[in-house]
């Protein structure tokens, strides 16, 4: 079997993240159940104190928060488009590592800035898309490109267990002040549906497609594997569309197919 398959499932696991935020009651319940269901799973098989797990983990879990308020203020869809924006803030910050942009790179960043301008008139001219929102999603991507920077360091030293199951314990201690806050303000109104929620993205968005991608990368060259990858914000804004009834404007729909060029333009340059 296409070893690229199971890149596709990871993707569009993951592009259900924003749905299952949307669909969950108490997003506070929500982010605590998945944080911690992560961290014992994480416990369970690896334990790390390296500063590898816990960098790789503390700024996993400001992404994790970071992303759930982009999706409530921008929606399913563009919150996905902007998180993608991470390979090319990598890109920049791979040059800390002696790594050189190409003009392909270049090319795509400048596909993203007129992406993120027409999202920015989009907020101006409707309410698709929230300013501030726009700028967490970028912010967003921002955080995901330095977590993949992160991970591409440390396990380039060969500490690939350290950055994906030795850092899920330390995602913990980011979410810390939000259990705080919850315990000191509980409230029992959809928790269950809250716990549903993190569950499902501790499982099904964070666990079994990691691993999937991982299974699939093993066989697959690193550009066809970002290639494949790049789909998860076209499935977002494709369950934007079924289940939230969010249909794209003209404008969001051409910074869409932008934003998507200029993933496919970085994701073959490397």
Do not use: H
């Amino acid at each position: 079997m296409w070893a690229g398959i199971y890149v596709i499932a990871a993707s569009m696991l993951w592009s259900t993240i924003g749905v299952a935020v949307l669909l969950s009651s108490d997003v506070i319940a929500m982010l605590i159940t998945r944080s911690l269901l992560i961290a014992l799973v994480g416990l369970a098989f690896f334990r790390s104190l390296s500063r590898a797990s816990v960098l790789s983990g503390t700024v996993l879990g400001v992404l994790f928060i970071s992303y759930t308020v982009s999706v409530i203020l921008t929606g399913v869809g563009p919150a996905a488009y902007l998180l993608y924006t991470a390979p090319l803030w990598s890109s920049l910050i791979a040059l800390k590592y002696g790594e050189r942009i190409s003009s392909t790179s270049l090319l795509g960043m400048a596909l993203v800035l007129i992406s993120v301008f027409l999202m920015y008139l989009e907020s101006l001219v409707s309410s698709t898309v929230s300013f501030y929102g726009l700028l967490l999603g970028l912010l967003t991507g921002l955080i995901y490109g330095s977590y993949i920077s992160i991970v591409r360091y440390f396990s380039s030293k060969g500490f690939d267990k350290e950055v994906s199951l030795g850092a899920m314990p330390y995602v913990s201690l980011v979410v810390l002040p939000l259990i705080l806050y919850y315990l000191m303000n509980p409230n029992t109104q959809g928790v269950v549906n809250s716990v549903v929620a993190g569950s499902y993205l501790a499982v099904f968005c964070t666990l079994i497609p990691y691993r999937l991608f991982a299974k699939g990368a093993k066989y697959l060259k690193a550009s066809t594997t970002s290639v494949i990858a790049s789909i998860e914000p076209v499935f977002a804004s494709v369950w934007d569309y079924l289940i939230f009834g969010r249909t794209p404007t003209e404008l969001l729909l051409t910074a869409y197919v932008l934003m998507t060029l200029a993933l496919l333009l970085v994701s073959v340059k490397k």
